[in-house]
T-cell receptor
């Protein structure tokens, strides 16, 4: 079955440093979504990428979808303590309405 | 508040008891999903509905689990004869076709 791997599992950074999490799928995806889950909270949708090679930005966050539509990344510039949480990617195979979630990357920002 | 709501937020039960959780999706959303999440893992798909029809169910889902969405609005997830391994956060999400999934706050289940 489809697998979505996400690395790293944890990342500690000093406030102001950059952060990147990577997502890799064993199969080609029709789209990929990114979610953020704060400690004790529920996943909150950040963005969806659909096109091969697509890059989208939201303020300090940059999302990329690979040319082969099998990998994706989320990069945060100049982290802040409000960025703390677990970032999940979730991908859909073509024709499937069921997203497969990665294990998530937990970001810890030290002030 | 027009978001996804779930009830109860927390449930403690003894092994062998039955539990039922409720999810109220965003009103115009026709798709409803149930997920289970354990510590350090991403949400794991359980089942989903399009309107009142249950279209897909995870092969990992035990026969002790059943879900309904009788009128295409709210949904219930029942776990019969609970086991300690059922302890997890149960998340509900709703969407319009292939669009963004909006998650509810979840029901945290602890089976003693």
């Amino acid at each position: 079955g489809q697998q979505v791997m996400q690395i790293p599992q944890y990342q500690h950074v000093q406030e102001g440093e950059d952060f990147t999490t990577y997502c890799n799928s064993s199969t080609t995806l029709s789209n990929i979504q990114w979610y953020k889950q704060r400690p004790g909270g529920h996943p909150v949708f950040l963005i969806q990428l659909v096109k091969s090679g697509e890059v989208k930005k939201q303020k300090r966050l940059t999302f990329q979808f690979g040319e082969a539509k099998k990998n994706s990344s989320l990069h945060i510039t100049a982290t802040q303590t409000t960025d703390v949480g677990t970032y999940f990617c979730a991908g859909n195979r073509g024709g499937s309405y069921i997203p497969t979630f990665g294990r998530g990357t937990s970001l810890i920002v030290h002030p | 508040d027009t978001g996804v709501s779930q009830d109860p937020r927390h449930k403690i039960t003894k092994r062998g008891q039955n539990v039922t959780f409720r999810c109220d999706p965003i009103s115009e959303h026709n798709r409803l999903y149930w997920y289970r999440q354990t510590l350090g893992q991403g949400p794991e798909f359980l089942t989903y509905f399009q309107n009142e029809a249950q279209l897909e169910k995870s092969r990992l889902l035990s026969d002790r689990f059943s879900a309904e969405r009788p009128k295409g609005s709210f949904s219930t997830l029942e776990i019969q004869r609970t086991e300690q391994g059922d302890s997890a956060m149960y998340l509900c999400a709703s969407s319009v076709y292939m669009e963004t999934q909006y998650f509810g706050p979840g029901t945290r289940l602890l089976v003693l």
